[in-house]
C-alpha cells in the first residue's frame, strides 16, 4: 500500500482508511448491494458520478488522483474491508479521483441514500465513516493535485476569485501560473487558448472554460446540479451562513425535506474569520471556515440539498394540486417550490465610498482574509481599516505573514467596538500599528494594481507605498432581492419579525405567513454567530408548527413519530 505524503495522511492515516473488521461488514451489508469488478477495470472515473460508497470485500483497487494532466499518482491502496469514497460520495458529487481494479474484486456499493441511512441508523460505524470521508477530502485540499485546474497570471483578479470560490467551497484545486509554470503553457498550447482569454479552467470531467463564472464553474464540477422544479419542499432556506445551516441541519435531521440555497459559498461572513475563539465548545478556538465547513457537511449528512452558489432572485406564491405554497426564483430560469421559507441570506459587505475602488477589488482591495491572500501580501505592509471583531481578527492572522498591518479606525479607540481579548491581541503584536481617528483620503495605482494608499488623520495625510486593502467596515442586509416580494423591511434594510409588524406572529415569523426570517439578517437580531445558530435552531420549531396547521401530511407524521 503506498505510502500518503500529506501531512493529514500522516498523523491520522488509521482514521482516514479504517479497516473494517467482520462485524462491521455485516451491518453494513443492509444498505448496498453486491457487486463485481474485473482486473483492471475502472470503477471510478475523476469528473463523473461514483456509484456511492464502495466497500471492498475481497481484492484490491487503487485510488489515483491526478490523472486527468500531468502525473498520475496513487494515493491508496485499498483491499478487504476497506471503503472507497469520500465526501463527494455523501452527497452523489463527482469523484475526484479515479479509481481502478488491480485484481478481481468484490464489492458492496452503497448508494449516498442508503449511506446516509447508515450514518443516521448506525451511529457508531456512521461516526468513524463519516470521520474518513471528512479526513480524505482534507488529505485531497492539502494534496494540491485533485479537482479542476485554473491556469492564468496567478494575481490576476479573476484567478484570484475562482480560487477563493473553489476555497471557501472545500473544493480541492490547482493553480497554475501562465507566465512561469511549463504546465500552464502545455495547457494553453493543448487548448489553443489566446493568452488574453486567460484565465481557463480544466474541470475534472475534461471540459474546458473561459474564464467562467462561479455558477457555471459550480455546475461543471458539479457542485450544483438542476433543480427538480416538480419537488415540493418543506422548506426552502435562503442563505448558507451559520443561521441559515443551523436551520437546515436541525429541519433536515427532523424529517422536513430541505433545500439551501447561497449566491456565493458556505459560511457567510463567519467563514472569513480566521479564528473565532467565543464560541461555546471551542477553549482553543476554530476557524469560521473550519466551523461552518462542518456544518456543511453534517446537513449533507442529513440529506439537505446544496444549491451553492445560486441566487435567489424572487419569492413568489402559488397554488397547485399539492397546496398552497412558496416559489423562489433563482438563476438559470429555474424555481424551488416550498411550503415554507426561512429567510437567512445575512449581509454583505460594506465597501468604502471612493470612485476608483472598483477597479483594485479583487487583486488589491480584499474582504476577507485567508492564506490565499496571506500568500500575496507575504512581506509587504498591508492597511486594513475596522474596529470590531472582524477586522481585530483578520489583523492578527496578517501580522504572522506580513512586514506590518497599519489598522485604520474611525473612532477614538479600539475599546468600544471590539472584544477585549482581541485589544490585547492586536496591542501585542509588534508589527500592528493602531490609527485612531483615521480614514482612507484615496487610492492610487495602475492597470487595477493598488500602489499606494493615503489616509487622513484629522489635518493629517499620510501617504503609504501598499499594494493590499482590507476592508471590514460592517455590512448592510442582503435583501435587495426582497424588493418586490411583499416581505417587510425596516428603514435600514432589515426583515422585520414577530411583534414588530403588529400582527399575530412567532418570533422569527414576517408579515408573510409561513416566510420567517433568521441570523444577521433580521430586524433586532444579535450580529454573533452563536447568536444565527440559536435563530437556526429555533426557527424550525415555528416551521413545525406553520406546517402543521397548514395540512403538510409529512409534518403531521413526523410530529406523530417525535411524541
Excluded at 479573476?158 to 472545500?170: K, M
Excluded at 473544493?171 to 503553457?185: F, G, I, T, W
Excluded at 459587505?349 to 488589491?364: I, K
Aim: aromatic letters at 6%; one cysteine or more; glycine letters at 12%.
Amino acid at each position: 500500500m503506498s505510502q500518503p505524503a500529506n501531512p493529514i495522511s500522516i498523523a491520522r492515516r488509521d482514521q482516514m482508511f479504517p479497516a473494517l473488521a467482520e462485524a462491521d461488514l455485516d451491518r453494513i451489508g443492509r444498505f448496498g448491494e453486491a457487486v463485481s469488478y474485473a482486473a483492471g477495470e475502472q470503477i471510478v472515473k475523476a469528473g463523473e458520478l461514483a456509484p456511492g460508497l464502495i466497500v471492498v470485500l475481497s481484492g484490491k483497487v487503487d485510488i489515483i488522483q491526478g490523472g486527468s494532466f500531468g502525473r498520475r499518482e496513487t494515493v491508496v491502496t485499498h483491499g478487504a474491508g476497506n471503503f472507497v469514497g469520500e465526501l463527494a460520495q455523501l452527497s452523489a458529487r463527482p469523484s475526484l479521483v479515479d479509481v481502478e481494479a488491480i485484481e478481481p474484486v468484490e464489492a458492496l456499493v452503497i448508494p449516498s441514500q442508503r449511506l446516509r441511512d447508515l450514518m443516521v441508523q448506525e451511529a457508531n460505524l456512521g461516526e468513524r465513516i463519516m470521520r474518513a470521508l471528512i479526513l480524505r477530502r482534507i488529505g485531497l485540499l492539502e494534496s494540491g493535485t485533485a479537482g479542476p485546474i485554473i491556469v492564468g497570471p496567478v494575481d490576476s483578479g479573476d484567478v484570484l476569485r475562482l480560487q477563493g470560490f473553489l476555497a471557501r467551497s472545500g473544493q480541492p484545486h490547482r493553480v497554475l501560473d501562465s507566465a512561469a509554470d511549463p504546465c500552464a503553457r502545455t495547457l494553453i498550447e493543448r487548448f489553443h487558448v489566446d493568452i488574453h482569454h486567460l484565465p481557463i479552467v480544466l474541470c475534472p470531467n475534461g471540459k474546458l472554460l473561459l474564464n467562467p463564472g462561479e455558477n457555471e464553474l459550480a455546475r461543471c464540477i458539479g457542485l450544483v446540479r438542476p433543480i427538480d422544479a416538480g419537488k415540493l419542499y418543506d422548506v426552502a432556506i435562503v442563505g448558507a451562513g451559520p443561521a441559515g445551516l443551523a436551520a437546515a441541519v436541525y429541519a433536515a435531521s427532523e424529517g422536513l425535506s430541505t433545500i439551501v440555497l447561497d449566491c456565493r459559498a458556505f459560511g457567510g461572513q463567519a467563514g472569513a474569520s480566521s479564528r473565532i475563539e467565543n464560541y461555546l465548545g471551542f477553549p482553543t478556538g476554530i476557524s469560521g471556515m473550519a466551523l461552518m465547513a462542518r456544518a456543511y457537511n453534517q446537513a449533507q449528512k442529513f440529506g439537505v440539498e446544496m444549491v451553492i452558489p445560486d441566487e435567489a432572485k424572487l419569492l413568489g406564491s402559488a397554488s397547485d394540486t399539492s397546496g398552497a405554497h412558496y416559489t423562489l426564483a433563482v438563476g438559470g430560469g429555474e424555481t424551488v417550490r416550498a411550503r415554507s421559507v426561512v429567510i437567512a441570506s445575512g449581509a454583505r459587505y460594506r465597501r468604502l465610498d471612493m470612485a476608483n475602488l472598483a477597479q483594485f477589488e479583487g487583486t488589491s482591495v480584499h474582504y476577507w482574509a485567508s492564506p490565499i491572500e496571506a500568500r500575496l501580501c507575504a512581506g509587504q505592509e498591508v492597511a486594513l481599516v475596522g474596529a470590531g471583531n472582524s477586522a481585530g481578527q483578520a489583523a492578527v492572522y496578517l501580522a504572522a505573514h506580513v512586514k506590518k498591518v497599519w489598522l485604520l479606525a474611525r473612532g477614538s479607540s479600539l475599546d468600544a467596538s471590539m472584544s477585549r481579548y482581541l485589544v490585547e491581541r492586536v496591542r501585542a503584536q509588534p508589527n500592528i500599528e493602531v490609527l485612531a481617528e483615521t480614514q482612507i483620503a484615496a487610492l492610487e495605482g495602475d492597470d487595477g494594481n493598488l500602489g499606494k494608499v493615503r489616509w487622513r488623520n484629522r489635518d493629517t495625510e499620510t501617504a503609504r507605498p501598499i499594494r493590499h486593502l482590507f476592508l471590514f467596515i460592517g455590512a448592510d442586509p442582503n435583501t435587495d432581492w426582497l424588493a418586490q416580494c411583499g416581505v417587510a423591511l425596516d428603514a435600514k434594510g432589515f426583515v422585520r419579525t414577530g411583534p414588530d409588524i403588529g400582527q399575530e406572529r412567532g418570533a422569527l415569523e414576517t408579515n408573510r405567513g409561513g416566510v420567517f426570517a433568521i441570523g444577521d439578517v433580521r430586524s433586532g437580531s444579535i450580529k454573533r454567530v452563536a447568536a444565527a445558530v440559536g435563530e437556526g435552531a429555533q426557527v424550525v420549531a415555528a416551521l413545525h408548527a406553520y406546517l402543521a396547521r397548514n395540512g403538510s401530511l409529512a409534518v403531521a407524521q413526523q410530529l406523530v413519530r417525535s411524541v
